[in-house]
């Protein structure tokens, strides 16, 4: 991705499946990974639960990271990742692995503020911020892109991700191409050494940390910004236009592995 592109982000959820699943009446199907498809899985389960009251699905969500885990291990029947598998990993199994999009949504970045003020964000802001150079609410940089926002001389208490996340992936992968310090000092990954913050697991536990904490900040899928009643921030792009609401050009992907 280059760094023309916003920071919120087109996610989709790829089903990793890993086993044939055979008719059978009162069928479980067991399934586990990325937290970011778990609203939009839960309301497709449920609905097909009306349609076929003998097929239930038990769907855990642990993170990516613990998808690929669990259908490597056979203990699933499908896994869930915001990215594909690795060759190397794909090589690790002990059958065939077939990824299938599922489904794409919005990364954003959600925050903690008295009154909750809609904000403005730029890349440079963004990076400063998840690197620690930015602390204060009040920074310059931040009072620059919102001059009529009441922004407290408050602590900056960053959020991330503390589990294995294609999330975080495609988070960190944004940051290392808008960022040459991200980059060289961070870097991407599904997990990373994060240079500030505390951590929460899943999408849940971001949002229910940013959610709880004043002063907060972190990035969540944009479903559990808008179930928990949260602000997100428009992020300026590099033709200096802000990008919001549900406009979004940055492409992630979720697999279920069957």
Request: aromatic share 8%; no cysteine; net charge neutral.
């Amino acid at each position: 991705m280059n760094a023309m592109k916003p920071l919120r982000s087109l996610i989709t959820t790829t089903l990793l499946m890993g086993a044939a699943i055979g008719a059978d009446a009162q069928m479980l199907i067991n399934g586990a990974g990325a937290t970011f498809p778990y609203p939009i899985y839960s309301k497709w389960f449920d609905e097909y639960a009306k349609v076929d009251p003998s097929v239930r699905f038990n769907y855990q969500s642990i993170g990516s990271g613990g998808g690929q885990k669990q259908i490597l291990a056979q203990t699933v029947d499908f896994g869930a990742s915001d990215g594909p598998m690795s060759d190397e990993n794909i090589a690790k199994a002990p059958g065939k692995i077939l990824h299938l999009p599922t489904v794409a949504g919005a990364d954003v970045v959600t925050y903690n503020l008295p009154g909750n003020p809609k904000l403005k964000m730029d890349s440079a802001t963004i990076a400063n911020i998840f690197l620690g150079k930015i602390t204060k609410w009040n920074d310059p940089a931040i009072k620059a892109l919102n001059p009529d926002a009441k922004l407290p001389d408050q602590d900056m208490v960053v959020v991330h991700r503390s589990d294995g996340s294609g999330t975080t992936y495609i988070w960190t992968d944004y940051l290392s191409a808008i960022s040459d310090e991200w980059r060289e000092k961070v870097g991407k990954g599904t997990s990373v050494n994060w240079p500030v913050g505390l951590g929460g697991k899943g999408n849940e536990g971001v949002a229910g940390q940013v959610k709880e904490t004043p002063g907060a900040i972190g990035y969540v899928e944009l479903i559990y910004a808008v179930q928990n009643k949260m602000p997100y921030a428009d992020v300026k792009n590099k033709a200096g236009n802000d990008i919001t609401d549900r406009k979004s050009t940055r492409l992630n992907s979720s697999h279920a592995n069957i």
